[in-house]
C-alpha cells in the first residue's frame, strides 16, 4: 500500500525508485560498499530496507544510537546468535575492547552478505568504527555494507576519509536519492489513490498537493494516508501534513540548535526560507563574514539550506512551516 506510513519493504511497493534499486544492486554486486543519501523524506529508508528484505540481508536502525558500544549492541542484537540481555556479563569491564566487539558481531552477520546501517550519523564520526570498517573489509571480503543517513556533513569522515583515516582509498560509493519531480509526484499520489477506488480525488487537488508538499515522497505519503485511510477532506489532509511534517523537522531542528546561537540560526533559516543571496543575509544578520560563513556552512552540511552560487534557499516547504513555528515559539 502506497499511503501506509511504514516505510516499504517490498520492490512491488516501492514507487518510482526502480532506476535506483538497480542502481543500488549494481553497486552491490560489483563488490561495493555503498552510501545512500538524501534528504529526510525522500524515501531512503524504504529503498534500503527493500534492498535488505529482497537479497535477504540484514536491515539495522541505528537512530538514537551513539557511540561504538551502542553500536556493537545493536549488531549483537540482530546477529540472533544470542541477545545481549542474556550474555549475562556487564559489557562496561570491556569498554576498550567495543572494537573487537563490533568487528566480531559483523562476523556473525557477514553470512548474511548485506547489512544496511541505517541512520549511522550518530556513529559515524567515531574515530574506531572507521578502523571496525577497515579491519571487516580487509577480513570479509563477502560482505557488503550499505551506508544511509540525512546528515551528508556529520557523515563525511566515513564519505571522504582523508589520508589518516583509516577508510583512505576505502570509500563507499554514493548515491543521492533526489525529491520526486512533479510528474513523478502526481503520479505517485495518483497510484496511492488507485488503491482506494472509493475515495474521490480531483485533479486540481492532486496538484495543489504536490505544490504544497513537493516532492517528497514522505510527506505525499502522509497527505495520501490522512485523505484514504483516515478520511480526512483535502483541505484538512494538507493542513495535517504539514501540522504532523512540521513537529517531526521542530523536533529534529531543536536538535540541531542545541549548543548553538538559535537566534541566529533561526534567523538565517528565515531568510533562506524565502531565498537570498550572501550579501542580502549578511545584512539581515548583521554579522561578520566569518560567523555567516560558518553558519551557512553548517546548515548545508545538515540539509537544510540549499546553494548554488551564492544563492541560498530552502527547498521542503514543510520545513519552511518548522521555521516559522520555532520562531514564534
Not at 115 to 132: F, G, M, N, R, T
Not at 138 to 152: A, M, N, Q, V
Request: overall charge positive; hydrophobic content about 40%; charged content about 30%.
Amino acid at each position: 500500500m502506497l499511503f501506509d506510513l511504514k516505510p516499504k519493504e517490498k520492490l512491488k511497493d516501492l514507487f518510482g525508485r526502480k532506476e535506483d534499486y538497480d542502481e543500488l544492486s549494481r553497486l552491490i554486486d560489483s563488490g561495493s560498499w555503498v552510501a545512500v543519501l538524501g534528504k529526510r523524506m525522500t524515501g531512503k529508508t524504504s529503498l534500503i530496507k527493500t534492498f535488505a528484505n529482497e537479497t535477504k540481508g540484514t536491515y539495522i536502525n541505528l537512530l538514537g544510537v551513539r557511540g561504538l558500544e551502542g553500536l556493537a549492541t545493536r549488531l549483537l542484537e540482530q546477529s540472533r546468535e544470542f541477545l545481549v540481555k542474556e550474555v549475562g556479563v556487564d559489557f562496561k569491564f570491556v569498554q576498550a575492547k567495543w572494537s573487537r566487539v563490533a568487528q566480531d558481531a559483523l562476523s556473525m552477520l557477514r553470512s548474511k552478505h548485506v547489512i544496511v546501517l541505517d541512520e549511522i550519523q550518530d556513529v559515524a564520526s567515531s574515530p574506531y568504527l572507521l578502523k571496525v570498517l577497515k579491519a571487516s573489509w580487509d577480513t570479509y571480503h563477502e560482505l557488503r555494507i550499505i551506508f544511509s543517513g540525512s546528515y551528508i556533513g556529520i557523515m563525511r569522515s566515513l564519505l571522504d576519509p582523508d589520508e589518516g583515516s583509516p577508510l583512505y582509498g576505502r570509500s563507499p560509493a554514493k548515491m543521492v536519492l533526489k525529491p520526486f519531480s512533479v510528474k513523478d509526484s502526481k503520479a505517485f499520489l495518483l497510484a496511492g489513490f488507485k488503491e482506494h477506488p472509493d475515495v474521490n480525488v480531483s485533479e486540481d487537488q492532486i496538484e495543489e498537493a504536490v505544490e504544497k508538499l513537493g516532492g517528497y515522497a514522505g510527506w505525499l505519503t502522509y497527505y495520501g494516508n490522512f485523505r484514504c485511510i483516515r478520511r480526512m477532506s483535502h483541505e484538512r489532509a494538507l493542513s495535517e501534513t504539514k501540522r504532523e511534517g512540521s513537529k517531526i523537522i521542530s523536533s529534529e531542528l531543536k536538535n540541531f540548535l542545541k549548543n548553538r546561537r538559535k537566534d541566529l540560526y533561526l534567523r538565517a533559516l528565515r531568510v533562506c526560507s524565502h531565498g537570498a543571496r550572501w550579501t542580502e543575509l549578511k545584512r539581515e544578520l548583521k554579522i561578520n563574514s566569518k560567523v555567516l560563513s560558518f553558519i551557512l556552512d553548517s546548515l548545508k552540511s545538515v540539509d537544510l539550506v540549499e546553494e548554488e552560487e551564492g544563492y541560498y534557499w530552502i527547498d521542503d516547504p514543510i520545513l519552511k512551516e518548522a521555521i516559522k513555528l520555532l520562531l514564534v515559539s
